[in-house]
C-alpha cells in the first residue's frame, strides 16, 4: 500500500508537538496509527526530522 506524505507528515507533526488527536480527543500518540504501513512511515519521518532537529543542536554548540 502506498501512503499519503501529507498524511504522514500532519501525523508524525502532531505527535511531535504533542496534537490533539481529533477521534479520541487526546494527545495524538504513535500507538494512534494502527495501520501499519502510515506507522512505518510516521516513524521513519519522526527520526529523519529528530536527527536533523539533533544537527542543528550540535552545530549551534560549535
Do not use: F, W
Amino acid at each position: 500500500m502506498m501512503t499519503n506524505e501529507i498524511v504522514v507528515r500532519i501525523l508524525a507533526e502532531r505527535i511531535i508537538s504533542g496534537g490533539l488527536n481529533p477521534l479520541r480527543d487526546r494527545v495524538m500518540q504513535l500507538d494512534d496509527v494502527v495501520n501499519v504501513d502510515y506507522r512505518k512511515a510516521v516513524e521513519d519521518y519522526i527520526l529523519m526530522h529528530s536527527e536533523a532537529l539533533g544537527e542543528n543542536k550540535i552545530e549551534e554548540v560549535k
